[in-house]
């Protein structure tokens, strides 16, 4: 089945510093792609998205780029900050049914100043 | 003017007992979903409900019941409530359910404590 591996937190980075958050899927088809964002307490919040190859999702400074060939959607940012603190998941939904987010097991960022 | 509300936020009960959980959006969506978030972050949706009818339904526990008497409200019902049944659950919905890459909006979840 369908399916989504995230790098292994906590991820510890200063202030200023350049994030990467790995993401591989597994999926039949083309699916659409999704970074979400946990903050404390609250629930998730859509960060970016990508629905087709080499498409690229950006927000807040976040990118990722749908890249078929190797199966990934990495995130990345070039300047932390503390405020980046939380946890990201990345996540899939597959053509062909219905609209059935699948997710990784979540990755925790820490930034500190 | 919050945009998928869930009550209550946190709920301490003990095994056995019945409890439900409400959720409501004010997005006008057309689909509404529960995701169970365990103690390690991980989030595993179990139903949705598309205009009152559902059309996810994972592999939960029958003791688990959804209910939607309108697009606008996803209530979950839970019997006999286990130690296992501990969990943050997410209510969320999205415009389009029935088309593959709708983003989802996410309610602040209800924290279900089982003593």
């Known amino acids: 089945g369908d399916s989504v591996t995230q790098m292994e937190g906590p991820v510890t980075l200063s202030e200023e510093a350049f994030l990467t958050i790995n993401c591989t899927y597994t999926?039949?088809?083309?699916?659409?792609l999704f970074w979400y964002v946990q903050y404390p307490g609250e629930g998730l919040q859509l960060l970016l998205k990508?629905?087709?190859?080499?498409d690229k999702g950006s927000n807040k400074g976040f990118e990722a780029t749908y890249r078929k060939e190797t199966t990934s959607f990495h995130l990345e940012k070039g300047s932390v900050q503390v405020s980046d603190s939380a946890v990201y998941f990345c996540?899939?939904?597959?053509?062909?049914?219905?609209?059935?987010?699948?997710f990784g097991a979540g990755t925790r960022l820490a930034v500190h100043p | 003017d919050t945009a998928v509300s869930q009550t209550p936020k946190y709920l301490v009960t003990q095994m056995g007992n019945d409890k439900s959980i409400k959720c409501e959006q004010n997005?006008?969506?057309?689909?509404m979903y529960w995701y169970k978030q365990d103690s390690k972050k991980f989030l595993k949706i179990m139903f949705s409900?598309?205009?009152?009818?559902?059309?996810i339904n994972e592999t939960v526990p029958n003791r688990f019941s959804p209910k939607s008497p309108d697009k606008a409200h996803l209530n979950l019902h839970i019997n006999s409530l286990e130690l296992g049944d501990s969990a943050v659950y997410f209510c969320?919905?999205?415009?389009?359910?029935?088309?593959?890459?709708?983003?989802?909006?996410f309610g602040n979840g209800t924290r279900l404590t089982v003593t």
């Open positions: 409900y598309n205009n009152k009818e559902l059309i």
């Open positions: 999926a039949t088809g083309y699916p659409s």
């Open positions: 996540a899939l939904s597959s053509a062909g049914g219905y609209n059935k987010l699948i």
């Open positions: 969320a919905s999205s415009p389009q359910g029935m088309t593959y890459n709708s983003p989802l909006h």
């Open positions: 997005l006008g969506h057309d689909t």
């Open positions: 990508a629905t087709k190859a080499d």
